[in-house]
Nanobody
Framework: QVQLQESGPGLVKPSQTLSLTCTVS??????????WSWIRQPPGKGLEWVAD???????YYSPSLKSRTSISRDTSKNQFSLQLSSVTPEDTAVYYC???????????WGQGTQVTVSS
C-alpha cells in the first residue's frame, strides 16, 4: 500500500516562497513508470495540476505556473518537493501530492495540506 504525506507551513506571506514536501512510503519514487505530482484545489474551485516529477527525474510544469514553480526530489529519503515563488492570495489552496500513471490518472493521493497566503 503506497502512502503519501504532505508537509509544510500552513501560512505563507505574500511574495514569499511556498515550500512543500511529500513523503512516500510503501513504494519507491524511482519505480518505472510512475509520475509524482502536485495538485491543488483553491477554495470553491476545481483541482488544478501544478507539476510532475517522473520516475527518471524528468519534470513537467503547468504552463500558467511554470515561471514560479520548481519540483525536485530526494531519492535517499523517498521524498519530492514543491517550491512556488512570489505567492499571492490566489495561491491559497489545499495542496495534494499524488502518484500518477501516465495515460490513466492518479491511484494514490495524500490527504492534502491547507496553505493560506496572507499577511
Amino acid at each position: 500500500q503506497v502512502q503519501l504525506q504532505e508537509s509544510g507551513p500552513g501560512l505563507v506571506k505574500p511574495s514569499q516562497t511556498l515550500s512543500l514536501t511529500c513523503t512516500v512510503s510503501g513504494g519507491s519514487i524511482t519505480t518505472t513508470y510512475y509520475t509524482w505530482s502536485w495538485i491543488r484545489q483553491p477554495p470553491g474551485k476545481g483541482l488544478e495540476w501544478v507539476a510532475d516529477i517522473a520516475y527518471d527525474g524528468s519534470t513537467y510544469y503547468s504552463p500558467s505556473l511554470k515561471s514560479r514553480t520548481s519540483i525536485s526530489r530526494d531519492t535517499s529519503k523517498n521524498q519530492f518537493s514543491l517550491q512556488l515563488s512570489s505567492v499571492t492570495p490566489e495561491d491559497t489552496a489545499v495542496y495534494y501530492c499524488a502518484r500518477g500513471i501516465p495515460g490513466w490518472g492518479y491511484d494514490y493521493w495524500g490527504q492534502g495540506t491547507q496553505v493560506t497566503v496572507s499577511s
